[in-house]
């Protein structure tokens, strides 16, 4: 059986954030980056895409961030289970266990 978040310290909850965080200066260069491309270039649909993913996932981040502040980050938003800290650490702002995520 896996840990979930839910019964991990402070210092879990800590490293989270310090993941987030790093992934959301990460994808605001990458972000400026593109949307720099796009100001150089003959409108660029490909760096264009690149800029809205990459504003999505800033959200998510933000979102999973304030998850943190309000006590309810690794809760599934779908069922309320608890996201296995497996899944956290690959995408740390998940917001629902595997069964929950929609069919790509």
């Not at 760096?47 to 959200?59: F, K, N, V, Y």
Request: with cysteine; glycine share 4%.
């Amino acid at each position: 059986m896996s840990a979930s978040l839910d019964s991990s310290t402070a210092a879990s909850a800590d490293r989270f954030r310090r993941l987030l965080e790093e992934q959301r200066a990460d994808a605001v260069q990458q972000r400026e980056e593109a949307l720099a491309e796009c100001a150089t270039s003959v409108p660029d649909p490909v760096a264009q895409r690149r800029s809205a993913d990459l504003q999505r996932t800033i959200e998510e981040i933000d979102a999973a961030l304030a998850r943190i502040d309000d006590g309810s980050y690794g809760h599934c938003t779908g069922c309320g289970a608890a996201i296995p800290e497996e899944r956290l650490e690959l995408r740390p702002f998940a917001r629902t266990c595997v069964a929950c995520t929609p069919a790509a």
